[in-house]
């Protein structure tokens, strides 16, 4: 699932590819917002993003998608 962040006073978003379910995203942005000093989130690869929650402008939160399997849509 991908999910954008972006940082207030800065052109570009931060794009994390993740393999966490959307719920529990959403549960740790909140977290992160109400009170806590950081939001950390892993990507699909291992690494930690962590981004102070003082300088969050948004997070958007992708729809999960199932993988297709194929060559073509029918």
């Not at 699932?1 to 590819?17: A, F, L, S, T």
């Not at 892993?42 to 993003?49: I, L, M, P, S, T």
Request: glycine share 10%; proline share 1%.
């Amino acid at each position: 699932m991908e999910i954008k962040i972006g940082i207030q006073n800065v052109n570009r978003e931060i794009v994390v590819d993740s393999a966490e379910s959307a719920d529990a995203i959403a549960e740790l942005v909140s977290q992160a917002m109400s009170g806590g000093s950081e939001l950390r989130l892993k990507d699909a690869k291992g690494r930690q993003v962590i981004v102070p929650a003082s300088v969050l402008g948004y997070v958007e939160i992708g729809a999960e998608e199932t993988r297709r399997v194929g060559f073509g849509a029918l």
